[in-house]
């Protein structure tokens, strides 16, 4: 005759209340309505069987057409070059809203992507109750890393107490195990400790008198009864605090902003002056290296030119391209923005030497040998990190042409190129999609 075990444990005694509402995301759709920061001009709908709908989309292009609206807008953006960062800086916050907000170009120089240095100083002094989204973020790090602690924590207790029961126990004429008061004690006084060290669980006696700081000696109490009705609308009274936070691009985003799109112009920090396109990207070809070269002596495979070609290629198909250097890749892709989803695509950026003219010397052969060098530990090694944060890696070629000459009409005495669109037409992009091979998924 088998024996029945039973275990009746007692409720804990002290559980834990209920969670408290996460405060409301921010209206993301009507932040970011815009992919990019021009004005565009759609057709109204075609109803076919609606002839007023077919005037009406007739004049609206006859009138696109005689008088063409501009996409850009009437004063153009600015940023300053620095030569010891190498990158683009701008000072003005409401430009770098606009950046971020169409678009997710640049980033904050004190803040991880968006610019939130001066809103995170307000929450620090005590003058905003709202959080930040780098703040946000870390609180869900940490109510997950809470959650797995005290979902191992009940495994452990449950193991645990199955153990005591197993060797203090003791079988009744029934054939039930009666569990020992031993290992209740224990797994009360257990619980109450980790709950005495879990600060959430005081959450409501926080809430009961709260203090906010101003930061002088002068705190403001906050009567028990408004704060959780009353909390959003709470206004506290604005200090001046100066913005020591200034947006940044990438050489990159800046010139795509200033050669595709047209929105922005690099003024020169000594002179204020603006500095012209081509002269812009022989001054973003020369920084690519360290120390910086002359104009004269820059390559078709320059660092800029290798990845300016990518980015251009990747945000005319759409995608929100932002540094990937925090998964050892160059670029990453998003498809609306990094509010809204994680990357799809991690991209590498490798230059491809098929022209006749790389392989025509000795001297050339040994030159692109050592530049396109790679073996396949550093292959498996990046797809490897690609499949742990379940990103797709994107080996991104770019077909590097011949050097060009004076002669062509592409690049003046000087080394500056004056036909830029005939100088990108030269390079093309082809892309390989590498993934994981695994026994157990791909066996078939």
């Known amino acids: 005759m088998g024996l029945a075990f039973e275990s009746q444990a007692p409720p804990s005694q002290n559980q834990p209340g209920p969670k408290p509402p996460r405060p409301p995301r921010p209206n993301y759709n009507k932040l970011h309505a815009q992919p990019l920061p021009v004005k565009t001009y759609p057709l109204p709908p075609l109803i076919p069987h609606n002839p007023l709908s077919i005037l009406h989309v007739a004049f ?7 008088f063409p609206p501009s996409s850009q807008p009437q004063t153009l953006m600015r940023a300053y070059f620095s030569a010891d960062t190498r990158s683009f800086h701008v000072t ?17 120089s004190l803040s991880r992507s968006e610019p939130a240095w001066l809103q995170r100083e307000r929450v620090r002094q005590g003058l905003v109750l709202e959080d930040t989204s780098e703040e946000v973020t870390r609180k869900r790090r940490e109510e997950r890393k809470q959650f797995k602690n005290e979902r191992a924590r ?9 153990l005591a029961e197993e060797a203090t126990g003791h079988i009744k004429s029934n054939g039930h195990i009666e569990p020992s008061v ?5 797994r009360t006084s257990s619980s109450e400790n980790v709950d005495s060290q879990n600060p959430a669980s005081n959450l409501a006696k926080v809430l009961g008198e709260r203090t906010l700081s101003l930061g002088t ?5 906050v009567p028990s009864s408004e704060v959780a009705s009353d909390i959003s609308s709470f206004q506290l009274p604005q200090s001046v605090i100066i913005n020591q936070e200034h947006f940044q691009l990438t050489a990159e985003e800046a010139f795509f902003l200033v050669y595709a799109l047209g929105v922005l112009e690099i003024q020169d920090p000594n002179t204020s002056q603006r500095i012209p396109t081509s002269r812009l990207l022989s001054l973003c070809r020369s920084h690519s290296y360290f120390p910086p070269k002359p104009p004269s002596s820059t390559t078709p495979d320059d660092p800029f030119l290798i990845s300016y070609v990518a980015y251009h290629h990747f945000r005319s198909l759409g995608w929100v391209v932002r540094p990937g250097i925090k998964f050892g890749v160059d670029y990453l892709l998003y498809n609306r923005g990094p509010v809204f989803a994680h990357a799809e695509f991690a991209v590498i950026v490798l230059p491809a030497y098929t022209d006749p003219y790389w ?4 001297e050339l052969q040994a030159a692109v040998k050592k530049r396109t060098k790679k073996s396949w530990w550093w292959v498996h090694c990046v797809n490897r990190v690609q499949a742990q944060v379940k990103k797709t890696l994107v080996l991104s070629y770019v077909e590097v042409p011949p050097p060009v000459g004076g002669e062509e009409g592409i690049i003046d005495e000087d080394g500056d190129v004056v036909d830029i669109a005939g100088f990108f037409k030269r390079y093309t992009v082809r892309e390989l999609i590498l993934k994981r091979w695994t026994l157990n998924r791909n066996k078939e």
Do not use: C, M
């Open 60 to 66: 609206i292009y006859l009138s696109h057409v005689i």
């Open 92 to 108: 003005d916050e409401k430009i770098a809203r606009i950046l971020w907000e169409q678009g997710f170009f640049g980033k904050g």
């Open 154 to 162: 009940l495994e452990r207790e449950a193991i645990d107490e199955k």
């Open 182 to 186: 031993t290992s209740n004690v224990n």
């Open 217 to 221: 000696n002068e705190p403001v109490a």
């Open 359 to 362: 392989s025509s010397t000795t």
